[in-house]
């Protein structure tokens, strides 16, 4: 006993975890929920991830920034909002697409937290309040899913009440909980609890990509153990609008309306804006490979890819003139290699690796500097 007390004190003092604020997650006025202000989060990746250690720093509004001295500039030319694939806790600051494009020379600034969806990006965008910018929303098809508790259709449903609590605990009593929370034994306790083995059979024909968009059929093959899965929204929406079930008409109705408040607000600003649908690692085959399968909520076998174009289509033909990326059709050119598995998507976290901040920081900054031109161009006197 008193050895493996002298153990456990010996990785206290040795686990990062332990650098943690003893709060990360806050509740605002402004927002439902988002980091904390003024806290350092510490995430370890898994072993099939990496198993790196991340330092997230944020400032006085729960925004990410790259260490406690970092500013954002006060007048960002281009602002990016979204959800954990900006928030990005797996990869350090520098790594993610943001990070590269401040290091590129851009003047930038992004502001993301995990499980947001289009009424938070929106709220994000009020809460910044930048004038005569470029606002870049990313979109995650778990905005809409409407069996997805963080999802428009879901809050809406549910009408939580914005209220601040930015209380940070302290005191000896605090200090216990954490270090037992990061201990050897609760991971021992973890480890010895048995798990939920409920596991839905991953289907490995490909029946939910772009090629099959317009057979309904697999839909109906599945029983209610996958009907009832997180996994069975992305299946309905790699289909046309006409297969979809009424609720997930809904779902997406509800999702069209609040993006269409969103380009209200961002007009109101004088900015542009430009929406990016972010597509799942399942869209691709061999990413995310352990997210994606032998679990409650998920069943896409390795080689398949479940497409979520339908769902981009519906969205961006119904908002005339905003420009509107298929982030899908991209990496499909981005992402043409063989052995690839797990390059791009992380294999148990499923957001996005270094790799895919860098390419499409690539991407990003090709765009920004043809902006920046066309608009330096626009300034200059016409010459005869």
Same mark, same amino acid.
């Given at each position: 006993?008193?050895?493996?007390?002298?153990?456990?004190?010996?990785?206290?003092?040795?686990?990062?975890?332990?650098?943690?604020?003893?709060?990360?997650?806050?509740?605002?006025?402004?927002?439902?929920?988002?980091?904390?202000?003024?806290?350092?989060?510490?995430?370890?990746?898994?072993?099939?991830?990496?198993?790196?250690?991340?330092?997230?720093?944020?400032?006085?509004?729960?925004?990410?920034?790259?260490?406690?001295?970092?500013?954002?500039?006060?007048?960002?030319? *281009?602002?990016?909002?979204?959800?954990?694939?900006?928030?990005?806790?797996?990869?350090?600051?520098?790594?993610?697409?943001?990070?590269?494009?401040?290091?590129?020379?851009?003047?930038?600034?992004?502001?993301?937290?995990?499980?947001?969806?289009?009424?938070?990006?929106?709220?994000?965008?009020?809460?910044?309040? %930048?004038?005569?910018?470029?606002?870049?929303?990313?979109?995650?098809?778990?905005?809409?899913?409407?069996?997805?508790?963080?999802?428009?259709?879901?809050?809406?449903?549910?009408?939580?009440?914005?209220?601040?609590?930015?209380?940070?605990?302290?005191?000896?009593?605090?200090?216990?909980?954490?270090?037992?929370?990061?201990?050897?034994?609760?991971?021992?306790?973890?480890?010895?609890?048995?798990?939920?083995?409920?596991?839905?059979?991953?289907?490995?024909?490909?029946?939910?990509?772009?090629?099959?968009?317009?057979?309904?059929?697999?839909?109906?093959?599945?029983?209610?153990?996958?009907?009832?899965?997180?996994?069975?929204?992305?299946?309905?929406?790699?289909?046309?609008?006409?297969?979809?079930?009424?609720?997930?008409?809904?779902?997406?109705?509800?999702?069209?309306?609040?993006?269409?408040?969103?380009?209200?607000?961002?007009?109101?600003?004088?900015?542009?804006?430009?929406?990016?649908?972010?597509?799942?690692?399942?869209?691709?085959? *061999?990413?995310?490979? *352990?997210?994606?399968?032998?679990?409650?909520?998920?069943?896409?076998?390795?080689?398949?890819?479940?497409?979520?174009?339908?769902?981009?289509?519906?969205?961006?033909?119904?908002?005339?003139?905003?420009?509107?990326?298929?982030?899908?059709?991209?990496?499909?050119?981005?992402?043409?290699?063989?052995?690839?598995?797990?390059?791009?998507?992380?294999?148990?976290?499923?957001?996005?690796?270094?790799?895919?901040?860098?390419?499409?920081?690539? %991407?990003?900054?090709?765009?920004?500097?043809?902006?920046?031109?066309?608009?330096?161009?626009?300034?200059?006197?016409?010459?005869?």
């Amino acid at each position: 006993m008193c050895l493996w007390i002298f153990i456990e004190i010996i990785f206290f003092f040795f686990n990062p975890l332990n650098d943690e604020s003893y709060r990360i997650q806050c509740n605002y006025d402004w927002i439902l929920y988002n980091y904390c202000p003024d806290v350092v989060d510490v995430k370890i990746n898994t072993k099939d991830d990496g198993g790196k250690v991340v330092y997230t720093y944020t400032n006085s509004i729960g925004q990410r920034v790259k260490d406690r001295s970092f500013l954002f500039s006060s007048k960002p030319q *281009n602002v990016f909002i979204g959800d954990s694939f900006l928030q990005a806790d797996e990869v350090n600051f520098d790594e993610t697409f943001y990070g590269r494009l401040i290091a590129l020379g851009h003047d930038v600034s992004a502001l993301g937290y995990s499980s947001w969806n289009i009424i938070e990006y929106r709220e994000a965008i009020e809460k910044l309040g %930048y004038f005569d910018t470029h606002y870049h929303v990313f979109l995650m098809p778990n905005d809409i899913t409407p069996a997805y508790k963080r999802s428009v259709y879901y809050e809406r449903k549910t009408s939580p009440i914005r209220k601040i609590d930015t209380t940070m605990p302290s005191g000896f009593k605090t200090m216990l909980s954490k270090a037992y929370k990061n201990s050897l034994t609760k991971r021992l306790v973890s480890y010895m609890t048995p798990q939920n083995s409920n596991n839905l059979k991953p289907i490995e024909a490909k029946l939910f990509d772009l090629e099959h968009v317009e057979d309904c059929e697999p839909l109906s093959t599945l029983d209610d153990a996958y009907r009832n899965s997180l996994g069975y929204d992305y299946a309905v929406y790699s289909k046309n609008y006409s297969c979809w079930p009424e609720l997930h008409k809904e779902a997406a109705k509800q999702a069209l309306r609040e993006i269409q408040l969103l380009v209200e607000k961002v007009s109101s600003l004088n900015s542009k804006l430009t929406i990016y649908m972010i597509p799942a690692g399942w869209s691709f085959s *061999n990413q995310n490979t *352990n997210g994606r399968k032998n679990n409650r909520h998920y069943f896409f076998g390795d080689e398949s890819n479940v497409t979520a174009e339908p769902l981009t289509k519906y969205l961006a033909s119904n908002l005339q003139g905003i420009e509107f990326v298929s982030l899908e059709l991209l990496m499909s050119e981005w992402f043409d290699c063989i052995e690839c598995e797990n390059n791009f998507y992380f294999a148990d976290d499923g957001h996005w690796t270094p790799e895919t901040h860098r390419i499409v920081a690539g %991407y990003l900054s090709k765009k920004l500097e043809l902006a920046e031109k066309s608009s330096t161009d626009s300034l200059l006197p016409f010459k005869h």
